[in-house]
Each structure stands twice: as C-alpha cells, then as structure tokens.
C-alpha cells in the first residue's frame, strides 16, 4: 500500500497569515501514462464529513475559493491556503488515487492563533 | 440536488452483525462508483471498500476481507455494507460516498461502535 506522510501534524497562524501543508507519498504517484499526480485535498471541519478541495494535485473543486492551492509532483505535495480565514480552521488530508487500495494522510489540523 | 443518507448504525456487541445502507438521489445512481470510508473517533480517514456501477467489481482494506460485504441494488438506488465479525477496531463513523477516487458527495456518516 501506498503511504501518506503529511507534517505538520498542527498548526497556529493568525489570520491571514499563509498556511503550507505538506504530503509525501511512499511510492511516486505521477501516471505517466497522463502526466497526472493522482492527489487530492481534503477539509474536513468538526461534526461534517470531508470536502474536497483538489484533485490531480492541483485543480481546484468548483466553488473552491482561489486562496486554496495544491502543488507538487511524484512523491512530495503541498495545499497552501494563501490568506488563512477563520472559515478555514478545520483538519485537511491529503489522498492518493493512484493504486489500490486508496489511502490517506494522518491529517493536518489548521487553527487560528 | 445530490443527496446521499447512511442508515443502520448502532451500537453491537464483539463478534456481532450489523448492515449500513446508504440511499442516494439527485444523480443517475448506475453510472458511479460507491466508496465507503470510515473514521474511528479522534482519528483520520480509512477506505473500507468500494463497488463499481453494476456491482462486478468489489474492493475491500486487508483488514475487513472476509468480514465485510459491499452489495447494491441500483433499482433503489442503494448500496450496503454488511459487517460481520466485528471488532473493537470496527468502531468508527462510516461514511458513504459517490465515486471510485475522487469523492465528491458524502453522506453525514453512521456511527458504529462495537463494544462489549
């Protein structure tokens, strides 16, 4: 199976600041085949089930505000949250769809200082 | 609009049954994929199984083959999860969710919680 590292495990920012998570898979995850990172973004807020932000590493879901972005390529990944709102507090995961069975990153819990 | 609704969770005992279904509108139901995903209290997010569009093809994590069933009836619209031999480690809220890799829609989650 393909294992999903996230760091940090938490973090504290003030408002606006720039938030930067942080996703690396055991196996690479770019199909060349399509040139896709099979890589999506979760977020996941306190008594709701996950959202997903991205998919292919780095296209935004309709609806997605701008301030999210998803980056990276093969094995290391990023979701940036560019001006963090206080809608944002929430745990993100980062996924991988390439192989079976899908897996999961331990989550990233993101807060307001 | 795209609905999707878990039901049948509860509380069960250490070795006992327990069948979630999961009943979806607003989209053709045949043309999808149907994943469940569980998360045990406090912790992140574990794929359990999935099924594709007519019910040919199953997938299950290692550590519910044999114990788990995923089935679907798409004249209902509707896929389950029968879960048999269950363990403590079962305990978590399960979440239904349309698609194969990229889960779009979620329903709110059915709590399971296997405890003697």
């Known amino acids: 199976d393909i294992v999903m590292t996230q760091s940090p495990d938490s973090l504290a920012l003030s408002l606006g600041e720039r938030a930067t998570i942080n996703c690396k898979s055991s196996q690479n995850i770019l199909y060349s085949s399509d040139n896709k990172n099979y890589l999506g973004w979760y977020q996941q807020k306190p008594g709701q089930p996950p959202k997903l932000l991205i998919h292919w590493a780095s296209t935004r879901e309709s609806g997605v505000p701008d301030r999210f972005s998803g980056s990276g390529s093969g094995t290391d990944f990023t979701l940036t949250i560019s001006s963090l709102q206080a809608e944002d507090v929430a745990v993100y995961y980062c996924q991988q769809y390439y192989s079976s069975p899908v897996t999961f990153g331990g989550g990233t819990k993101v807060e307001i200082k | 609009e795209v609905q999707v609704v878990e039901s049948g969770g509860g509380l069960v005992q250490p070795g006992g049954s327990l069948r979630l279904s999961c009943v979806v509108s607003?989209?053709?139901?045949?043309?999808?994929?149907v994943t469940w995903v569980r998360q045990a209290p406090g912790k992140g997010l574990e794929w359990v199984a999935n099924i594709n569009e007519d019910g040919s093809q199953k997938y299950y994590v290692d550590s519910v083959k044999g114990r788990f069933t995923i089935s679907r009836d798409n004249a209902r619209n509707s896929v389950s999860l029968q879960m048999n031999s269950l363990r403590v480690e079962d305990t978590a809220v399960y979440y239904c969710a349309r698609g194969r890799a990229t889960l779009v829609f979620w329903g709110q989650g059915n709590m399971v919680t296997v405890s003697s």
């Open positions: 607003g989209f053709t139901f045949s043309d999808w994929w």
